[in-house]
């Protein structure tokens, strides 16, 4: 168990070292999709209710599943929507107000 | 290849398509497109745990676990769907809380189910973890969300001796935790989770309005590192990279929020900022100065005769609905020749990027938008600086007044441009409470009443001029 555990411990300081190195490059006008596609990401605990539900051998373990399973797809699917929808704000636009402005000067 | 091997495979995939993901967020072109790999990532971990064997056995009650998800997306891609855009920050904040409450109860389902085996002290205390982190996320997070939907005060609440009592509070769960190493106790795992609600909600009650979004992406970061407990717990490579990934990159993200504000971020958790309101709100300073005020006509012809515009949109500008009237605005004064620029606070709205976000849905042309510095050169040679439903960002007494609570924070200098029009509820202060000397300057004039009632007007008067 102990190899085990150096293991995960190694994932987690290889991670926390990828998190950083990924985050410190984000420009400020996309921190709110970040914030919002992170919290998706973390959503990922499905996985982990899943598991728990699929393993529940009393009454209080299903029902304290299914509570993290209802959660957690709330979390992934709220999380995954909501970014999309602010992101889809994000798309290249005809930049017709610098047009208009160009037209002018001329 | 095993069936196991196989899944661990699949979620090898799904972790790195996280991390893809992440990193297309870098840029406005690819962001959209990295989110939609992550949700792919997630479907496909999703899907591939249908087939994992716990305790040697394929998984139980695979109905229940549909049954669940039904429900889960039942509510939320309506809601996500049509909730208001300025109501995105509460709806980032109960999407956080929930996940911190499926994280508790991944651990406490564990501990409950692993009791019987007499589980290694480590363990253990990857499931308290898990249970204290996601459980203070859970219930801060919907204190955060009750502040931002004004279902309660947005001032920081105090009470004396609250800082001591919050300690108490976590003097008490840390030897409730050692208690729990020793005895395995599922009573005290009880009491435990009990307290780590109260102390999520005590953590919170002090922070005003002004600092919840550091506060929920701080709370964002709880619930990654919660979900990385759980992954330690349940074994699962997936859950602790995920979990790590969010942690980390949300401290991250918290600690240059702060800074934006010029603030540390143990001064934006602990100094309940914002509880002392020293405006008077009444319009008269006490030298006896007072404001000059305008009606919107005013503003239409002093605009037109500009040659450089600044517009320092504010969180109130959303809040009346007028970011499409001010888009119009600026195209009519682009058609007139007359450059138009947008200066975004770090931290205006009520998240970093917020306004970002609201002009994009206004059909802003994005490179319009100026951040903080290129915004303060620009503003040395505009002729009118607009100011709609800002205040504390552009409030001069963070330069100059060292008894200012906000003195420090960087702030967009409105005051440098030939003329300030600032477009105004009524004299009522800021989010910070705090007077702002920008209203008393000569060169400002206020325009009082609704910023898109205001707005129609000065378009009309431009367009006729």
Known sequence: MGNVLLQYATVLMLTIFVGIEIIAKVPSILHTPLMSGSNAIHGVILVGSMLILGAANTNLEEVLGFLAVLLATLNVVGGFVVTDRMLEMFKAKPKTAVKKTEEVAQ | ?465
């Open chain 2, 1 to 465: 290849m095993s069936r196991e091997t196989l899944i661990d495979l699949l979620y090898l995939f799904s972790a790195t398509t996280f991390i893809l993901a992440l990193k297309g967020l870098g840029s406005p072109k690819r962001a959209r497109m990295g989110n939609g790999i992550a949700a792919v990532g997630m479907l496909v971990a999703v899907v591939a745990t249908f087939f994992k064997f716990v305790d040697g056995h394929a998984l139980h009650h695979v109905w229940l676990i549909l049954l669940a998800m039904f429900i889960g997306v039942i509510i939320a891609v309506p809601t996500a769907r049509f909730v208001k855009m300025t109501a995105m920050p509460q709806l980032v904040a109960i999407f956080n809380g929930v996940g911190g409450g499926a994280a508790s109860l991944v651990s406490i389902t564990e501990f409950v189910h692993i009791k019987a085996t007499h589980p290694a002290t480590y363990v253990t205390l990857e499931v308290l973890l898990g249970v204290l982190i996601g459980t203070v996320s859970f219930a801060g997070s919907a204190i955060a969300f009750a502040k931002l939907q004004e279902l309660m005060t947005g001032r920081p609440v105090t009470y004396p001796g609250q800082q001591i009592l919050n300690g108490v509070f976590g003097v008490v769960a840390l030897a409730l935790i050692i208690t729990i190493l020793v005895t395995n106790s599922t009573a005290l795992l009880w009491i435990l989770l009990a307290l780590a609600f109260i102390l999520g909600i005590a953590f919170v009650l002090p922070i005003g309005g002004a600092d919840v979004p550091v506060l929920i992406s701080l709370l964002n970061a709880f619930t990654g590192l919660a979900v990385a407990a759980s992954g330690f717990t349940l074994g699962s490579n997936l859950l602790i990279v995920a979990g790590t990934l969010v942690g980390a990159s949300g401290i991250l993200l918290t600690r240059m929020m702060s800074k934006a504000m010029g603030r540390s971020l143990s001064n934006v958790l602990f100094s309940a900022f914002g509880s002392n309101i020293t405006a008077t709100g009444d319009g008269v300073r006490e030298d006896g100065r007072t404001v000059r005020s305008g009606s919107p006509e005013d503003a239409g012809v002093l605009m037109n005769f500009a040659t450089r515009v600044v517009i320092i949109p504010g969180y109130g500008l959303a809040v009346a609905q007028a970011q499409h009237v001010l888009r119009e605005l600026a195209e009519e004064l682009e058609a007139k020749g007359i450059e138009v620029f947008f200066a975004i606070h770090p931290v205006a709205g009520r998240m970093p990027g917020h306004m970002n976000v609201l002009l994009a849905e206004a059909n802003v042309p994005y490179e319009q938008l100026l951040e903080l510095d290129e915004a303060n050169s620009e503003l040395q040679t505009a002729d009118v600086a607009l100011v709609v439903g800002a205040n504390d960002t552009v409030n001069p007494a963070a330069k100059d007044d060292k008894n200012s609570p906000i003195y420090g924070m960087p702030i967009i200098s409105a005051d440098l441009a030939e003329n300030v029009l600032f477009l105004k509820r009524s004299m009522r202060p800021g989010f910070a409470g705090i007077e702002n000397e920008l209203l008393y300057n000569p060169k400002t004039m206020l325009i009082f009443g609704d910023a898109k009632d205001t707005l129609t007007k000065i378009l009309a008067t431009v367009k006729n001029s």
